[in-house]
């Protein structure tokens, strides 16, 4: 019976929640199933290998922050993230995040709104004054016209101006 106790006041010391079970049977020369059984038997955890509020060593109210100004694509770059698990991650976790597909969607919408307030004769203009905003790729779906189209009056307007 002492020898019980014993044993499970070193466990209690070696498992701290500070290792994983993986380093403490390493660190220990025992299988790793020999550490679990002892936290079952004792009541006890050991760290976990992948903390949920950090993804690849970053914390997640830092990736909150930026998910609210970035897309998500931005932020899988600036912290060299891969962007499938990024995304498994977030959605995980549902953290909400912005796609720049969304963002196309988004405002084709709004330009929609615009070309249908908009008479025949003043497309042109319409178009002249949605260049600094809008993509080519957005107008010209938009309004129904070739991208090299908008292109061209983009780049007359640059050289006009």
Known sequence: MSRQKR?????????????????????????RNTVYVACKRYGLKPARSIDLNFCKGIHADILKEELKVMFVTDVARKHGIELS???KWLSVRRIPYRTKRQQNVESEAKLMEIKAKTPPENVMD?????????????IARVFGYSREWIRRIRQAEENNQ
């Not at 319409?126 to 957005?138: A, D, F, G, Q």
């Open 85 to 87: 698990f990024l995304i």
């Open 126 to 138: 319409t178009i002249k004054s949605l260049l600094p905003e809008y993509s080519n790729v957005s």
């Open 7 to 31: 044993y499970e006041k070193d466990w209690r010391q070696i498992v701290d929640g500070t290792k994983t079970a993986t380093q403490i049977a390493e660190e220990y020369g025992i299988q």
